[in-house]
């Protein structure tokens, strides 16, 4: 079965310091993907990054950057110099083949970080 | 319009009601999703469409009901709904099925049962 876990239900940080938000995954697939989502408070889920079990290349993307490891089945997003509008719930999720259901691939969430960045 | 439209954004509906909620995608994706979001609960998945085919239907009760008129449209029809049917309600879209691919999602549905 797969399974994500957000160990971290809320954090509040000070505008302009860093914070990592943990996301841990279990599978027992050897391809699967990673992905993070964004939710502000307006409700939409905004796509931010997709990870491939094969590419344990660390992202950076302006201040947001991903830890992938797979020796500990993490996924760890960091926001350096947060900013106010960084507040939102973000989510870690997990895609891997299902092979009980025609439709290929699930994709499992984690219960979600609430993030509030405070001026 | 671009992307993942919803309508309504909110609803409020009596028990004995009928509705439907609407979900439009822009991105020229095979596969449309709807998911639920309760307050304290992971994102539950409820129906997966591909090419205006239900795909998946994750035990979800009769009272909503799913349709896809076309790959572009993904409709919600609800009927004699609970109170703990008051939730947030997503669609989503995707290039296709393959796990690969992310899914995009709609600003979604408040809905609130009476």
């Not at chain 1, 939710?39 to 590419?55: A, M």
């Not at chain 1, 997990?94 to 691939?105: H, T």
């Not at chain 2, 998911?35 to 304290?40: D, I, L, T």
Request: hydrophobic share 30%.
């Amino acid at each position: 079965a797969q399974k994500v876990t957000q160990a971290q239900t809320e954090i509040s940080v000070v505008e302009k310091e860093d914070v990592t938000l943990d996301c841990v995954y279990e599978t027992r697939d050897t391809t699967y993907y990673l992905f993070w989502y964004k939710q502000p408070p307006s409700g939409e889920l905004v796509f931010l990054i997709r990870r491939n079990s094969f590419d344990e290349q660390n992202e950076i993307s302006g201040r947001y950057s991903w830890n992938f490891q797979k020796s500990t089945s993490s996924f760890n997003f960091t926001i350096t110099a947060s900013q106010v509008v960084d507040s939102a719930v973000y989510f870690c999720a997990l895609s891997g083949p299902r092979s009980n259901s025609n439709s290929g691939y699930a994709l499992n969430f984690g219960k979600g970080t609430s993030l509030l960045v405070t001026p | 319009e671009t992307g993942v439209t919803q309508t309504p954004r909110h609803l409020v509906m009596g028990m004995t009601n009928k509705k439907s909620l609407k979900c439009e995608q822009h991105l020229g994706h095979n596969a449309m999703y709807w998911y639920k979001q309760s307050a304290k609960k992971p994102l539950e998945l409820m129906f997966v469409y591909s090419l205006e085919e239900r795909v998946e239907n994750n035990s979800v009760p009769s009272r909503f009901s799913p349709e896809c008129p076309n790959s572009s449209h993904l409709f919600l029809h609800l009927h004699t709904l609970q109170p703990e049917d008051s939730a947030l309600y997503l669609c989503a879209s995707s290039q296709d099925l393959a796990g690969s691919y992310e899914q995009y999602f709609g600003p979604g549905t408040r809905l609130t049962v009476t």
